[in-house]
Structure formats: C-alpha cells, structure tokens
C-alpha cells in the first residue's frame, strides 16, 4: 500500500533528526584513513535492527560555496554527481512526492576489482536548507519496484550529507557524509569493511577533481 505525503515527510524529517543525532554524537568514533583534505571514522551502528553493521562518518572542507557543493553532491539523474561519481553508475528519480521530497533509485558499480557486484538502493530522500546547512536525509524504503538480475538490492539505513555553512567564510564549507549500507550478498565482512571506506575516499577525491576542474575552488591547495 502507497504511503501518504504525509506519511513519507515523517519518515524523512525522522531521518533528518536521526542524522543530525549523528552528527553531533562525539563518542566512541574510531579512525579508519586521515589526510589533509579528509577523515574518514566508523563506529558501531546505533540502529537495533542494523546489528553487527557500522556507521560510518567522512569529513572534509573544500574552499568552494556552500549550494554550488551541495548542487554537486546531489543525487540528480542529470545532476553533477551523476558525471563525476565513479562510483555511481545511474542515478532515478522512481517518485516526485514534493519538491524536497522524493524517492530515488542509485545503482552502483561494482566494487574491488569485481568481487562486489553492482548494486541498487531504493531510498527516501528529504532534502533540506536552514541556516546552518544543506542537507540529503536518507533511507531505504520497501518499494513496488522490483529488482533486477544485474543488481544485488541493498539497503541504507538512515544516511545522508550535509554540507556545513561558515558564515564567517561564505567561499568555504564543511561536507559530512554519514553512511550505514547494508550491502547484502554473499560478501565476507572483511571486504565490506574494506570496501567502504575505500569508496568513501574515491568520493571526497572525485569530488575535489570535479570542483576543481569547474573553477569552482576557491584558494585550494
């Protein structure tokens, strides 16, 4: 049965309260990969019915606008993110429920060096603006859509990103992404937990290239 408007836009600014929980949560972070332009840190998911699987956080700052890196990280068919994600193989819009509100389908492509095989993740998504950020609120929904044969059918649970303003510098930002995918599949968990944060990196080093390469960097180094 077809959930209500109202009942999607609940789901969603749950996920987006849940997030920022998330985002502020200080405590129990491990350290997977640091450089000058990212950390990368996981931690046991919060989530019961995740059991056994990770929360996994990524921070960088990129010298560039607030929107312009947001319109970048987007998940859009015929936005940005669908040009320089590696790692994104096509990105659907399965329903336009409002304009902030809508449901996606992103599938992926397959991961180290072919022992992860495509997947796709059918998600709600609740996209947000306030002063302090902008931001996508995600999670996986039961859907009419049926899977097919290529594509192994995952599952997200509450994720997103959220791009941090500083109103003292307009030309920078702080991006956050907050993943906890269930990638199911008969894949060992010592190549998922691999495999993560390896995608994680490749992501904030895409998307560094693609502003870059727009001029959209301001002073970068």
Known sequence: MSKTVEEYRKRGEEVAARLQKYYHDTEGWTEAKSTTHFKISSKKSPEPEFEGGYLYKGEAVYNAKPKVVFDYVEPLPNGHRAKWDKNMKKIEIVKQIEKDLRVNRACTN?????????????????????????????????????????????????CGILVIKIPSEPNKCKLISLIQPDIKGMVPNSLKDAAIPGSMIEFFNQLRDALKDAGELHDDK
């Open 110 to 158: 397959s991961a180290c060096m072919g022992l992860i095989s495509p997947r796709d993740f059918v998600d709600l998504i609740l996209i947000k603006e306030t002063d302090e950020y902008l931001s996508t609120n995600a999670i996986s929904i039961e859907d009419e859509l049926e899977e097919q044969k290529k594509y192994v059918r995952g599952w997200n649970y509450q």
